[in-house]
Nanobody, 124 residues
Framework: QVHLVESGGGLVQAGGSLRLSCAAS????????MGWFRRAPGKEREFVAA????????HYVDSVEGRFTISRDNAKNTVYLKMNSLKPGDGAVYYC?????????????????WGQGTQVTVSS
């Protein structure tokens, strides 16, 4: 089992940037795919970005491609999401997820552990 804690969310103006962090504890995540998902009020959970265990492969939902960057530091057991050029539509609770038992695939499937989330609000 793994415990995930997201941080770095907040209120930002459109066009601004934020960097989310996801610190894992309980076990190492270095062998597993990791992902970021988000849920806006009244909407379904949405895949945002994923990274493979080594960090050399990533995948993004089309709406954030070129603006967001997922990365990981396995030595620190931490995953990041750098978000640039934020838009009001990016506002949501962002969740870090780990694919321990499910595979943690780059297409957003196979994630079975997640944290409490961090709120991102983008003002227009």
């Amino acid at each position: 089992q793994v415990h995930l804690v997201e941080s770095g969310g907040g209120l930002v103006q459109a066009g601004g940037s934020l960097r989310l962090s996801c610190a894992a504890s309980g076990r190492t995540i270095s062998s597993y795919g990791m992902g970021w998902f988000r849920r806006a009020p009244g909407k379904e959970r949405e895949f945002v970005a994923a990274i493979n265990w080594s960090g050399d492969s990533t995948h993004y939902v089309d709406s954030v491609e070129g603006r967001f960057t997922i990365s990981r530091d396995n030595a620190k057991n931490t995953v990041y999401l750098k978000m640039n050029s934020l838009k009001p539509g990016d506002g949501a609770v962002y969740y870090c997820e780990a694919g321990l038992g499910g595979g943690g695939r780059l297409n957003g499937g196979g994630y079975d552990y997640w944290g409490q989330g961090t709120q991102v609000t983008v003002s227009s």
